[in-house]
């Protein structure tokens, strides 16, 4: 069985978000369903074409847990990239407030893990094998994104498509 990243038990009925903290910083649980939160998200990580924010979070989705973007403007709040596409996600999701003052954005690439620096886990896969958040820029726009050894770059969903960089991308 996969290891997952995060341990919650809440109902998708619940009207208020639940905060909950994992090692990796302190993450917002919210549902597709809901209302994102308007206040104490943090600043956003990107601006999206039109100028909205975009935010970082962590989709659950069966068995995995995938670094995803997150803005008002989109259609149920959170997207991810996988298996080609922009996957708009149902469901569970946490936010996860950027702190500038603990947390950098490090160049990176080939999946690898920059020197000396301990990312921010931001979900895993099936198998369990770890995926972190990064920023990658599309068509001039910083998306974010996820990225893992196993994946030898960086992926990013962006106007309905999934797209791949090996360098020239950020990890949190």
């Not at 309905?160 to 991308?169: R, S, T």
Request: hydrophobic share 35%; aromatic share 10%; proline share 8%.
């Amino acid at each position: 069985m996969p290891r997952k990243l995060y341990d919650f038990a809440a109902s998708k009925e619940q009207q208020n978000p639940q905060v909950h903290t994992p090692a990796s910083g302190q993450r917002i649980l919210l549902d597709s369903n809901g209302t994102p939160p308007a206040k104490g998200v943090g600043p956003p990580v990107a601006t999206d074409v039109g100028g909205e924010p975009l935010y970082i979070g962590s989709a659950v989705v069966g068995d995995s847990v995938y670094p995803c973007k997150l803005g008002a403007h989109l259609d149920q709040f959170c997207h991810f990239a996988n298996g080609g596409k922009e996957v708009r996600h149902k469901g569970q999701y946490y936010l996860l407030p950027f702190v500038a003052d603990q947390m950098e954005w490090v160049d990176a690439s080939h999946g690898y893990i920059p020197y000396n620096r301990e990312p921010v886990e931001g979900g895993n896969d099936g198998s369990g094998a770890t995926l972190y958040h990064v920023l990658l820029r599309v068509d001039g726009i910083q998306v974010p994104g996820k990225s893992g050894r196993f994946l030898g770059g960086a992926f990013a969903s962006f106007q309905g498509a999934e797209h791949f960089a090996k360098k020239g991308y950020k990890i949190l």
